[in-house]
C-alpha cells in the first residue's frame, strides 16, 4: 500500500519573517509589529522612485531639514560619522553636498535597502546590521545619528528606543542624536509613534547622559534631541 506524505506545515508569515528577525532583537515589538515594520519599508521601496519616499519621508525637502538639525550635533568633518536605519544613503548624500568629509557608516535592518544605498552612493560605507545583536565596538564612533528610526508606532516605542539609544551611545564616543514626530503636532495617523517635548527631554536625561539638548523649531512635525556623553 502506498505510504501517504505527511502535509507540510507552512510557516505563518510572522514565522517567515522571523527567519531574518527574531523579537529579542526588537524590545518593545511584538510579532505584529516585526511583520508590519518589514511590510511597510518593502513596500515603500518598491512603490516609490524618489529616494526620500522609498524611505518613507514625504519628500526631500522635509528629508534635507532633517538631516539639517542632526548635522548641528557637533563638528562632522572629519568625524567617524554612525548613520543607524540609514535606508538609501540620505545623509550621506547630504554631508556629500555640503562638502563635509565625515568618516561614515551606515547601517539599516534589510539587506535590500543596503543593495540600493550601494547602487546610489558606491563610495560610502554600508551594510545590512541589528546593532543590538551585533553592536560595533564601544566609541568605535564619535557621533551615533538616526533619523525617522522611530516613526513607526510599536507596542512599547519607549523600550525599544532605550536599547537603541542606549546601544548607540555605547559605540560612539560624544554624541547620539534622533529624531521623533512631535506630538504637538496633531498628527492624526494611529500608526505613528509620537512625543512631547518634555516626556522626551525627561527620557534622555534618563539614559545616564551629560547633558541634553532639544531641537524643536526647524519643522513643525518634529522634535530632534541630542544625548552628550
Given at each position: 500500500m502506498r505510504?501517504?506524505?505527511?502535509p507540510?506545515k507552512r ?9 531574518h ?12 509589529d516585526?511583520?508590519?515594520l518589514?511590510?511597510y519599508y518593502?513596500?515603500?521601496?518598491k512603490?516609490?522612485q ?14 534635507r531639514v532633517?538631516?539639517e538639525?542632526l ?16 535606508g ?8 556629500k ?7 561614515y ?6 539587506p535590500n535597502?543596503i543593495r540600493?544605498a ?14 543590538l545583536?551585533r553592536?560595533?565596538?564601544?566609541g ?16 512599547d ?22 529624531n ?9 495617523e ?9 516626556e522626551l ?8 547622559v ?8 526647524y519643522?513643525h ?9
Amino acid at each position: 500500500m502506498r505510504r501517504m506524505k505527511r502535509p507540510v506545515k507552512r510557516p505563518s508569515a510572522p514565522e517567515q519573517l522571523h527567519l531574518h528577525f527574531h523579537l529579542k532583537d526588537f524590545p518593545g515589538f511584538s510579532a505584529k509589529d516585526l511583520l508590519g515594520l518589514e511590510r511597510y519599508y518593502r513596500s515603500q521601496l518598491k512603490g516609490h522612485q524618489a529616494p526620500e519616499k522609498r524611505v518613507g519621508w514625504n519628500s526631500a525637502q522635509s528629508q534635507r531639514v532633517r538631516f539639517e538639525a542632526l548635522a548641528s550635533v557637533g563638528p562632522l568633518k572629519g568625524a567617524q560619522v554612525l548613520d543607524i536605519g540609514c535606508g538609501l544613503g540620505g545623509f550621506w548624500g547630504y554631508l556629500k553636498g555640503k562638502r563635509l568629509k565625515a568618516d561614515y557608516t551606515g547601517v539599516d535592518l534589510f539587506p535590500n535597502v543596503i543593495r540600493e544605498a550601494r547602487k546610489l552612493y558606491p563610495e560610502a560605507r554600508f551594510e545590512a546590521r541589528r546593532l543590538l545583536s551585533r553592536p560595533f565596538r564601544s566609541g568605535r564612533f564619535d557621533y551615533a545619528l538616526l533619523s525617522g528610526v522611530f516613526n513607526v508606532k510599536v507596542k512599547d516605542n519607549w523600550r525599544y528606543m532605550r536599547a537603541v539609544l542606549s546601544s548607540a551611545l555605547r559605540q560612539s564616543r560624544k554624541a547620539a542624536a534622533f529624531n521623533v514626530l512631535n506630538a504637538e503636532a496633531g498628527i492624526r495617523e494611529k500608526d505613528r509613534f509620537t512625543a512631547h517635548s518634555k516626556e522626551l527631554v525627561a527620557f534622555g536625561k534618563s539614559l545616564g547622559v551629560s547633558r541634553v539638548h532639544l531641537m524643536d523649531h526647524y519643522h513643525h512635525l518634529d522634535l530632534t534631541l541630542f544625548l552628550y556623553k
